[in-house]
């Protein structure tokens, strides 16, 4: 176990194509969505607890969210959860964790993983994990896992590959969650593969990242520095937050940094991103139906119930539906169309009132 070692837990968002089981005040990474017993930020933090000291996992979340992580995650340090103010999307997050790690370890190799992430076949992951550690600590690169496509996926980022020798490749291009026309073409070509989303790289090499294509996020964090891991750390970030962009890690530094290699990777994995997913990678009846509830179901396939145990659901004639029921909510809907679910949000939010999301 190399102390210089640490892992970053993404866990701010809002999960907005999981509602209505994913709240607002609750959402999906800290839901048993599963139904194995932990919920996926307890999961993403076993995934690592025994490869990086446990004081070296941090977790970056929304300020409402701090107590859940406590809850749900107890051996954490205040120190290691750090505290957005406002969602400023993943450049402002990472560079949080970033600055604040090189202040204790100016040597540290860090990965950013995303919380809501399943990894079936671990052992696999470690792996691949593993090179992207060992190539990471020259400080120089910045590393992420690419997944060799399987279909064409129009909810994840694609990298492009140069076909060099060796496990690491130098990345050509990133596309972000294209048409699927495109997408049938990327996976024709054979030298494309999914983002996963999780990054590797030294805190050296992700600093002067920052510095090179993001300079005035740059700036905003070098004046907060002598103030992190101090009790004027709130303040300083609160203010670091008022005044920065919300910007993708992938589009601020990725895209547009010198040095960034893939490795390509092989082992189960989505990023959970909606009940489509869910459908995917839980258990199904002989009809391909997942069932999470005290149901009966008649002349029905490929459809996903979701409810409360004391509550008997029945379903008759329906292919390719979810039914869902979480607390003050009841869903019926195609499940196939995944952008509808962001406009049912917007809608409740629009004419319903946020007691429903």
């Known amino acids: 176990m190399n102390k210089n070692n640490y892992v970053v837990i993404m866990a701010g968002g809002v999960g907005s194509r999981f509602w209505p089981y994913s709240r607002t005040t609750k959402p999906k990474q800290f839901l048993d969505i599963l139904n194995t017993g932990r919920t996926l930020i307890q999961m993403t933090y076993d995934r690592f607890k025994n490869k990086v000291p446990e004081e070296n996992i941090y977790v970056v979340t929304h300020q409402d969210y701090g107590d859940l992580v406590k809850e749900q995650l107890p051996k954490l340090t205040n120190d290691q959860i750090l505290l957005e103010p406002l969602r400023r999307n993943t450049a402002p997050c990472i560079a949080y964790a970033s600055y604040k790690i090189a202040k204790k370890d100016p040597d540290a190799i860090i990965t950013i993983a995303p919380s809501d992430h399943l990894i079936v076949d671990e052992g696999q992951f470690l792996s691949y994990w593993e090179k992207a550690l060992e190539a990471a600590s020259d400080q120089e690169k910045l590393i992420t896992l690419g997944l060799k ?11 492009q590959f140069l076909d060099e020798k060796g496990s690491i490749k130098k990345v050509k291009t990133f596309t972000e969650k294209p048409e699927k026309q495109l997408a049938e073409k990327f996976i024709e070509s054979g030298d494309f593969l999914w983002n996963s989303g999780i990054f590797i790289w030294g805190v050296q090499a992700i600093i002067k990242a920052i510095e090179d294509c993001l300079p005035e996020l740059s700036e905003l964090f070098e004046e907060a520095l002598p103030k ?18 919300n910007i993708s890690i992938d589009f601020g530094v990725m895209e547009n940094a010198s040095s960034v290699y893939v490795v390509p990777s092989q082992f189960t994995w989505s990023d959970l991103g909606s ?3 869910m459908h995917e990678h839980s258990e199904k009846d002989a009809n391909d139906n997942v069932l999470q509830a005290n149901t009966l179901v008649y002349d029905t396939k490929n459809t996903l119930i979701k409810g409360p145990r004391d509550k008997l659901i029945i379903v008759q004639g329906l292919q390719n539906y979810m039914v869902t029921e979480c607390d003050n909510v009841l869903l019926i809907c195609r499940r196939d169309n995944e952008q509808k679910f962001r406009d049912f949000v917007a809608d409740v939010k629009k004419s319903k009132g946020k007691e429903f999301l």
């Open 149 to 159: 496509p399987n279909k064409p996926e129009t909810g994840f980022g694609y990298i």
């Open 228 to 245: 992190l891991s101090t009790s004027d750390e709130a303040a300083a970030i609160s203010l670091v937050y008022s005044q920065c962009t």
């Open 275 to 277: 009940w489509n997913a």
